[in-house]
């Protein structure tokens, strides 16, 4: 006697060697004994064989209608070998009660299993649904197998393109359009984003990285709703008996801030720094309040920024020459012989702009000689600017006092102009690049200027017991990072005992925070905590502390990005072969005149800071890979770089990260430097 019998799911047969109460022992073909309860024992036979029985049933199982057996079943439960002597005949053989029991047991969609071969059929209406849902999985398939054969063939099909970039970096591997790539993939033996491109998927580098920064940060469109307007300044505030000017980039429409100086020859000085308030206008969750906390600050990247605010209402509140200027002003008033400072006080007012001066005109004349009387200044605003850049000499000098060293500025900073109409860049724009050396006069200025008024008004704030936002750093020493709280606490890198970004809010949504507080503190002197948006502890300012610190680290990362295109891009554009570059470490080595740090095989076990010639040897724009191989060792490296640590910050992006590999078809950042912290 033979027995087909259920294990776990799976069917066998073989002979029964013997039988007890409960149980049986059953030797397999294979010549393997098993015991099988006599639960689990479906069907007993004593011909054909069992390998010809399982061989039988299973191609006739084949050929069972699943429709017509389910119009046979009775509604009530039954056995697999009742059905099957109404499907085939009375008599049905052991092979037409195996294929039977396959066939059901293969359709959990038709026949619900009970255990032990009894079965139940399924209700009409979820029969259906299933066929339906299996038919759905059919087209699916095909349409698969549809897209892969394109993209293997050099085409795109619409839906793939469409889900680009979740294909790439955000994928659902469920998803037919992701399956479809590794589908393809898998028969190209190509890396996906390789695919993709040869496909036409990506027809611009330059679009790509731009629309994968929107995919990822503004997934919902970067514009703002025409129903956003800026409101009116309901205060009555006193004119400022000042001339004030801004110092900015020609290209700069946020004019956050500008300074005045009056007392000159008197004795007395007293030095003034006025900040746009937007604060005095749009108040805490109100319609703009939650668009500026949502994008948290404004964006920027050659040729093009996004805004943290509409244009109209930053004109609104911008600094703009001409005008006179709701502002929330700092007075710092000093010994015009000896810079010590006497006291300060902060107003809400109107403050007239005599001038938007712009440094990108006025560095090539407002230079040191002119501003220690070396050299004639023949300037507007020269004496006030002299006075300006002697204390902010001063002021840096007593902040590298507190550090322990002096900052250095060893690396120019880099500008990088567009021929466009000044819309948002194709990439295929010329691109001129020029340096400008940070630490430059005008640059001493606005710096020192801002960083006096962030750490007066993050020491004002504290006294008033009203909390901000404050950025501190505990130490110097490698890998120790700049942090943000609400509680005052010392800027090893910058020298100070706290520091409260104040000085941009059309910019920046931390500063506009802050100038909310400052703002109470004005108004209501010591009842200021009471009064202030934000009180003590209060968990929205942790939430817009964690929120900005990712925003401002994607936001600078995507700057970084295609800043680093612009300047392959710059490369190409010019036809550059060969570039001189210092070692850095790991075969990495930094542009001497350009923004670009790449990688040079045959540098490893150079000393870091040794001058070397590179071979440009190709530029990838899609990945920002620039292949370079060494040409020649130029000299040794410079005593002072060789002894130096120096931070190993690297003005790139790093390779393009791609969350679909080949492989699924088969920071401790350094502490920004002074300058970088106070703009």
């Known amino acids: 006697m033979y027995a087909l019998f259920d294990d776990a799911g799976k069917f066998h047969a073989g002979r029964v060697m013997s039988e007890a109460d409960s149980s049986m022992q059953v030797e397999l073909d294979s010549g393997k004994r098993v015991k099988v309860k006599s639960a689990n024992v479906m069907l007993r036979f004593d011909k054909p064989a069992p390998a010809a029985l399982l061989a039988g049933a299973q191609a006739l199982a084949a050929e069972i209608d699943l429709d017509l057996a389910w119009e046979f079943a009775p509604d009530g439960d039954f056995a697999f070998a009742d059905l099957a002597r109404e499907y085939f005949s009375d008599k049905a053989t052991p092979e037409q009660q195996g294929a039977t029991l396959l066939r059901l047991f293969e359709a959990p969609h038709y026949f619900r299993r009970l255990g032990r071969g009894q079965f139940r059929k399924a209700p009409e209406e979820t029969v259906k649904a299933a066929l339906l849902a299996i038919e759905r999985k059919k087209q699916q398939a095909l349409m698969i197998t549809q897209w892969a054969d394109e993209l293997v063939a050099g085409r795109c099909p619409p839906p793939v393109q469409e889900e680009l970039f979740r294909i790439l970096f955000k994928p659902d591997k469920n998803g037919p359009e992701y399956k479809a790539v590794v589908e393809a993939a898998k028969r190209a033996q190509r890396a996906p984003l390789d695919l993709l491109t040869a496909a036409g998927a990506i027809t611009s580098p330059y679009q790509f990285h731009w629309r994968r920064f929107l995919f990822d940060v503004f997934p919902k469109g970067h514009g703002f709703a025409a129903s956003l307007s800026a409101p009116a300044i309901k205060d009555e505030l006193p004119r400022a008996d000042v001339a004030a000017f801004s110092i900015d980039d020609s290209a700069t429409t946020e004019i956050d801030d500008a300074l005045s100086v009056r007392g000159l020859g008197t004795g007395t000085v ?24 949502e994008r948290l600050s404004t964006v920027y990247m050659p040729g093009y920024k996004i805004t943290m605010l509409p244009d109209d209402v930053v004109q609104a509140y911008t600094l703009a020459e001409g005008r006179d200027c709701p502002a929330v002003s700092l007075y710092v008033t000093l010994d015009e012989a000896t810079l010590e400072l006497r006291g300060h006080e902060t107003k809400l007012e109107r403050v007239p702009i005599a001038a938007n001066l712009r440094h990108d005109k006025l560095d090539a004349v407002v230079t040191e000689a002119s501003l220690t009387g070396d050299a004639p200044a023949d300037y507007a605003f020269a004496s006030e600017l002299a006075f300006a850049f002697r204390l902010a000499r001063e002021l840096k000098l007593r902040r590298e006092a507190v550090r322990g060293k002096p900052e250095t500025f060893n690396r120019p900073d880099y500008n990088f102009r567009l021929e466009s109409d000044g819309g948002e860049p194709t990439g295929e724009e010329a691109v001129s690049i020029s340096t400008r050396q940070r630490g430059a006069p005008l640059d001493l200025i606005v710096a020192e200027a801002m960083i006096l008024a962030n750490c007066t008004w993050g020491g004002w704030l504290a006294e ?15 890998g120790v990072k700049v942090r943000m709280g609400t509680k005052p606490q010392p800027h090893a890198g910058m020298g100070v005992p706290q520091y409260a970004w104040s000085t941009s809010p059309l910019r920046r949504y931390v500063d506009l925070v802050n100038q909310w507080q400052i703002i109470a503190c004005a108004r209501h002197g010591r009842t200021a905590a009471l009064a202030a948006p934000f009180k003590p502890k209060d968990a929205a300012l942790f939430s817009i502390i964690s929120g900005f610190d990712a925003a401002y680290m994607a936001y600078n990362g995507f700057q970084q990005q295609i800043e680093r295109y612009w300047t392959l891009r710059w490369l190409q554009q010019n036809a550059v072969a060969e570039l001189d570059a210092a070692v850095m470490k790991d075969g990495l080595v930094r542009a001497e005149t350009l923004p670009l740090v790449f990688r040079v095989p045959g540098t490893e076990g150079l000393p870091r800071g040794s001058r070397v010639r590179a071979r440009v040897a190709g530029i990838d724009l899609l990945t920002l890979e620039l292949y370079a191989a060494l040409a020649a060792r130029l000299d040794a490296p410079p005593a002072a770089e060789a002894e130096d640590g120096g931070d190993d910050e690297v003005e790139t992006a790093a390779p393009l990260a791609i969350a679909l590999t080949l492989d699924d078809a088969a920071e401790p950042a350094p502490a920004p430097e002074p300058a970088a912290d106070a703009a």
């Not at 003034?272 to 206008?281: D, K, M, Y």
């Not at 008033?464 to 490698?478: D, N």
Request: charged share 15%.
């Open 464 to 478: 008033h017991g009203v909390p901000g936002i404050y950025r501190s750093q505990a130490s110097l020493l490698p």
């Open 270 to 293: 007293v030095f003034g720094v006025h900040i746009a308030a937007p604060g005095l206008a749009l108040g805490p969750d109100s319609p703009l309040d939650k668009v500026a906390r």
